[in-house]
């Protein structure tokens, strides 16, 4: 398969994503709590370690950052969330801020929401899937940092929240991810593929 997404360059960081890049094309949202492994992953999507800054303070990036693909296709990285040192006031607002982005960004075609396997399904997470759901923007979940757990642990935590949400949101589709071990590495390239509608693409 070739791998669209080596070539993406950081673009544009943004408070306010009215003030992001212009709104045409189509984008893919990255949204998780903080320390969920979302810098890791986009750093492994896209082949390139340093394009998101993995959190050295969890709960430090507060923009939207859109990084490109080509010409009008985007990658985006939502400010992490759920950061227990970070007052409540802050907190609100970033969920304003990410809630205002998905009701609002007509170039938005999919959200992945990044979870630790090992900690699912959090009222943040539930909160975004609502979001998501509302917005009818397709959606699907990286059960991340695999490696972390032994296989068969991995699986059935799988099958376990595949369940819950499947009973409340049929729709969305969920793996298990590493970006140590590439595990499922393929599968998100696929469905980024199919989003952007770049399957087939040379
Ligand atoms: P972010 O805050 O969501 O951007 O998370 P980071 O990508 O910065 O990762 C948070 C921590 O989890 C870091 O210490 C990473 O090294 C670690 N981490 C991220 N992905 C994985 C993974 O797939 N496996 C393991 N074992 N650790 C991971």
Known sequence: MKNHYQQTRFQQGATDSRRGPPDRGA?????GRSNSGKSSALNVITGQRGLARTSKAPGRTREINFFQVM???RLVDLPGYGYARVSR???ERWQRHIA???ETRTSLCGLVLLMDVRHPLKAADLQILGWCHAAKLPTHVLLTKADKLKRGQAKSALLQVRRQ???LYPDISIQLFSAHTREGLEAVWTVLD???DLAGKA
């Open 27 to 31: 984008e893919v949202a990255f949204a």
């Open 71 to 73: 010409d009008d296709l």
């Open 89 to 91: 006031d802050i907190q």
């Open 100 to 102: 205002r982005y998905l």
């Open 165 to 167: 949400l499947q009973a």
């Open 194 to 196: 199919r989003w952007l």
